[in-house]
């Protein structure tokens, strides 16, 4: 059986950086810190009182009907706009298509916990008494972004949620693009959403010690490879892309972003929340991108790094990266797009993978920002594009997002050019 070639066709984000693709491409470009207070709720007794929330946002203005907004959590209304974005952008005539062969693998860490805080929130304070909204459930599990998502448009084909930690959106991306070499659809939309600011996340990730707590620079606080970094700052919003058949584009004259040549799906088999201190997950995921690629190491122009600014996340990633790409580590360029947009957990693979589109798409390296103090446990003969983005053609990419449990995800990603 012959493998099909995948290519994506459409894109879409709502993110700390922006509500359009162009105005995060814009301020990823820029440097822009996407950080601030938090708002949605109170912080005084937080460890950490700031994040990278999705600033002005209504639903309603992004066309979801207000009964529609009281069923659906603050995650999934972040898919159904950067949905909504990728099947416009995409250009398909559903009338057209084959609703069969469009599918959706949306992925998202931690689902709607914003709703059963809520829920919880009500029972405790009316008195113990099981007075739950029958949206509940529905609104709550990771899986019905995704389900939401096909409803509107019909689509028939493959739909399910991927959940892997941080490494989930990454995770749907892999088995996006194997479905579709496959055969099995012609299109899919894929990526994932997350809103984690509240209360059990904020205090869930402060208890297990992996938040910064620099709540007097918190603009600056999310610093990948920097020595004082002190743990991730929380990010929320959507990104998704139309994942799509060669052959198929083609067929219809799609305007085609980039194409999709090899993914890598690993475990680290170390430890619940701590990455392998010699990055060996992190090692074989990226080989394995790169083997199913046919890509040599020399060829990658760019990595965008998991880079969360955690002490020792940052230091095993990039001994990975010299493990892989030996002498050609210190001629590509990486950097971390975590320190513009915080970290979103479910939803930063399909961020960082539309990053390196931005990337391939303007011959720009997007730069990790914040960077201050140098650490003697770092290498910075590496270019790690420090506080200024870069440019330099750019035609092969490699993401990388890696997760609590130990799960690695990486996409190998090269700009088209028609043959």
């Not at 529609?68 to 909504?84: G, H, P």
């Not at 680290?268 to 929340?273: E, N, R, S």
């Not at 790409?325 to 360029?333: E, I, S, W």
Request: hydrophobic share 40%.
């Amino acid at each position: 059986m012959q493998l099909k070639r995948v290519v994506i066709t459409g894109l879409g984000t709502i993110n700390p950086l922006g509500h359009t693709i162009e105005e995060f491409f814009n301020n990823l470009e820029k440097g822009t810190s996407g950080a601030g207070p938090i708002t949605l709720f109170d912080v005084t007794h937080f460890k950490t009182k700031f994040a990278c929330e999705v600033k002005n946002f209504d639903p309603t203005q992004f066309g979801i009907d207000r009964k529609e907004v009281r069923k659906l959590d603050r995650y999934a209304q972040f898919a159904m706009v950067a949905a909504d974005q990728v099947v416009k952008d995409c250009g398909i005539d559903l009338e057209k298509e084959n609703l069969d062969r469009i599918g959706v693998i949306w992925a998202s860490g931690i689902g709607g916990i914003d709703t059963l805080t809520q829920e919880v929130k009500n029972y405790v304070e009316g008195g113990y008494i099981p007075r739950f909204s029958p949206f509940l459930v529905p609104k709550m599990i990771a899986d019905i972004a995704a389900g939401q998502i096909s409803m509107k448009y019909g689509f028939r084909g493959p739909n399910y949620a991927t959940v892997s930690a941080c490494a989930s959106s990454t995770n749907a991306m892999c088995d996006a693009f194997n479905l579709i070499r496959l055969g099995k659809a012609d299109l899919i939309v894929t990526g994932g959403s997350e809103a984690g600011i509240c209360e059990p996340s904020i205090g869930g990730f402060n208890a297990a010690q992996a938040l910064s707590t620099n709540n007097e620079q918190a603009l600056t606080a999310s610093r990948p490879f920097d020595k004082t970094r002190d743990g991730f700052v929380m990010g929320e919003g959507g990104a998704g892309l139309m994942f799509e058949e060669y052959e198929h584009a083609v067929a219809r004259g799609a305007k085609i972003y980039a194409e999709v040549l090899g993914s890598g799906l690993t475990a680290d088999a170390h430890h619940i929340t701590a990455p392998h201190p010699e990055g060996t997950g992190a090692t074989n995921v990226m080989r394995q991108a790169l083997e199913e690629a046919g890509v040599k190491p020399e060829e990658v122009d760019y990595v965008n790094v998991h880079g969360t600014s955690t002490p020792i996340g940052d230091v095993a990633e990039l001994k990975a990266i010299k493990a892989i790409f030996g002498d050609h580590a210190y001629k590509l360029n990486i950097s971390s797009t975590k320190s513009m947009t915080g970290h979103l957990l479910g939803a930063a693979g399909a961020v960082e993978a539309i990053a390196c589109i931005c990337a391939m798409q303007r011959n720009v390296i997007p730069p990790t920002i914040n960077f201050e103090h140098e650490d003697p446990e770092i290498d910075y003969k590496l270019n790690l594009t420090l506080n200024k983005a870069q440019k330099r053609e750019v035609n092969v990419t490699l993401s990388n997002t890696f997760g609590f449990g130990g799960h690695n995800s990486s996409i190998l990603l090269k700009k088209f050019k028609a043959n």
